[in-house]
Structures are given as C-alpha cells and as structure tokens.
T-cell receptor, first 114, second 112 residues
Framework: AQSVTQPDIHITVSEGASLELRCNYSYGATPYLFWYVQSPGQGLQLLLKYFSGDTLVQGIKGFEAEFKRSQSSFNLRKPSVHWSDAAEYFCAVVDSGGYQKVTFGTGTKLQVIP | DAGITQSPRHKVTETGTPVTLRCHQTENHRYMYWYRQDPGHGLRLIHYSYGVKDTDKGEVSDGYSVSRSKTEDFLLTLESATSSQTSVYFC???????????FGPGTRLTVT
C-alpha cells in the first residue's frame, strides 16, 4: 500500500532563512506527487505538483520541490521564507498508473520567527 | 479558486443527534470527497463519489454515510453523532481519482 511520511512535525525558521520540508513516499510505481499548504482556519491549497518530466517543479508563492526517485523523496524548498509562509504543509502521493486514492502525509507545521 | 462551498461552516451538536454536512461545487468535477482532519492524523478519507449515486468508502467510513443526487452536491451524514466525530471536515473535488484535489473551506463540527 502506498504511504507518505513527513518526518518533521514542527519546524521553526527565521524570516529570510531558507526552508526545506521533507517528504518520503513508499511504493514501487511511478508516483504523482503534490504539496499543499493550509493556513490557520483555511482549507488546503495546492502549491505544486509533479506528474512527469523535469524533476524540479516550480510552484506558487516562490516554492519549489525536487523529485528524487532514488531517495523516494519529494522535498519542498524555498530560498527565503516570509512571515506569511507560517502554515501547515502537507505532502501527498498517488500511483500514477492505477485507480488509487491520493494519500496525504500527516503534515509539517512551519513557524516563522522575526 | 475552485468553486467549492461547505455548509454549515461551524456546528455544535449533542451526542446521538443526526448531522448532515453539505458540499456544493460549481466546477462540474466528477469526483467528490469527504475528509476529516485531526491533529496527528493529517487528512483521512471518509467517503468519496465518482458520479451521481456512485459512492465508495474511504479509510474511516464507520459512522458516516453519504449521498450524491446531483453532480454538484455531496452530502455527509452522521446518523448518530459521537464525541469521536468532533473534527474539521473538508470536502474536495477532482477531475479524476489520482489527480490533485481542490478543497473547500471546511466545517468545524463539535459533538458535546
């Protein structure tokens, strides 16, 4: 069964610092991969997605993610964090070839300090 | 933003009472989903629908039922609410099962 792991429950970074949120998935097929962001009291918003092609994917709000098949990872990055990036981030994965449902990670809560 | 609304946005109810949450979309997407979000669990799928009158169970379907009589509406019913069903409920839509989801704003349900 497919699964996705976000090993960091909570991360704190200073405003202006770089950010990397980790995501690892587990299953053998070629995956579709997603990152979502959830601001407090809001629904989830899609940041970026990977289906195929270039393994470095650009998203909204200055975020990017890199698919590394050898490491089964899809880490989210941002070179310079803004206070408005404080939110919870969810990685999600699904088998591209089948009719399976998207599986979400348990989320990483990002705190940004001045 | 995708046109998804949920109603009510907040509800407090007593244990044992029935509760129905509504999701409405204006995107004409085939797939609709109900998730619950709880601390430490992320998002868990309750039920989903792949067409009018076509539904299937998710990973946490016990105690919930759904109905979809129109493409645009997907209802989630708690027949007899329990305190363990206190949660934030999100509706989502997608064009296909393995594509990105678009989420509604959520419904915060408290069962006392």
């Amino acid at each position: 069964a497919q699964s996705v792991t976000q090993p960091d429950i909570h991360i704190t970074v200073s405003e202006g610092a770089s950010l990397e949120l980790r995501c690892n998935y587990s299953y053998g097929a070629t995956p579709y991969l997603f990152w979502y962001v959830q601001s407090p009291g809001q629904g989830l918003q899609l940041l970026l997605k990977y289906f195929s092609g270039d393994t470095l994917v650009q998203g909204i709000k200055g975020f990017e993610a890199e698919f590394k098949r050898s490491q089964s990872s899809f880490n989210l990055r941002k070179p310079s964090v803004h206070w408005s990036d404080a939110a919870e981030y969810f990685c999600a994965v699904v088998d591209s070839g089948g009719y399976q449902k998207v599986t979400f990670g348990t989320g990483t809560k990002l705190q940004v300090i001045p | 933003d995708a046109g998804i609304t949920q109603s009510p946005r907040h509800k407090v109810t007593e244990t044992g009472t029935p509760v129905t949450l509504r999701c409405h979309q204006t995107e004409n997407h085939r797939y609709m989903y109900w998730y619950r979000q709880d601390p430490g669990h992320g998002l868990r799928l309750i039920h989903y629908s792949y067409g009018v009158k076509d539904t299937d169970k998710g990973e946490v379907s016990d105690g919930y039922s759904v109905s979809r009589s129109k493409t645009e509406d997907f209802l989630l019913t708690l027949e007899s609410a329990t305190s363990s069903q206190t949660s934030v409920y999100f509706c989502a839509i997608s064009e296909s099962l393995n594509r990105d989801r678009y989420f509604g704003p959520g419904t915060r349900l408290t069962v006392t």
